[in-house]
Nanobody
Framework: EVQLVESGGGLVQPGGSLRLSCAAS????????MSWVRQAPGKGPEWVSS????????QYADSVKGRFTISRDNSKNTLYLQMNSLKPEDTAVYYC??????????????WGQGTQVTVSS
């Protein structure tokens, strides 16, 4: 059974940083591309970033490019999202997702349970 467990969310002031983690189990993590998806209150899911199976390729939504960094440690079956220079509009529930690209926003069954990120002063 695929399990994705996110952690690291919280309340942070604008300009601050957070590092999200996603612990994966139940599937061969190291051969799958992975993504982060977020959903703000009252809005649809938004693709944030993707990383290839070995971490050599990364992609970012324009809204987070230059501020967020996706990475992974295949020896620990863990996906990360380093978020810097956070803005109030980054407030959302962040989900770890199995797969690559915008298509992950339509496959809720491939997401974890999510972690809340709130950016507010």
């Amino acid at each position: 059974e695929v399990q994705l467990v996110e952690s690291g969310g919280g309340l942070v002031q604008p300009g601050g940083s957070l590092r999200l983690s996603c612990a994966a189990s139940g599937f061969p993590f190291g051969i799958y591309g992975m993504s982060w998806v977020r959903q703000a209150p009252g809005k649809g899911p938004e693709w944030v970033s993707s990383i290839s199976s070995r971490g050599g390729g990364t992609q970012y939504a324009d809204s987070v490019k230059g501020r967020f960094t996706i990475s992974r440690d295949n020896s620990k079956n863990t996906l990360y999202l380093q978020m810097n220079s956070l803005k109030p509009e980054d407030t959302a529930v962040y989900y770890c997702a199995l797969g690559l690209g915008v298509a992950t926003t339509t496959r809720r069954d491939s997401w974890g349970q999510g972690t809340q990120v709130t950016v507010s002063s």
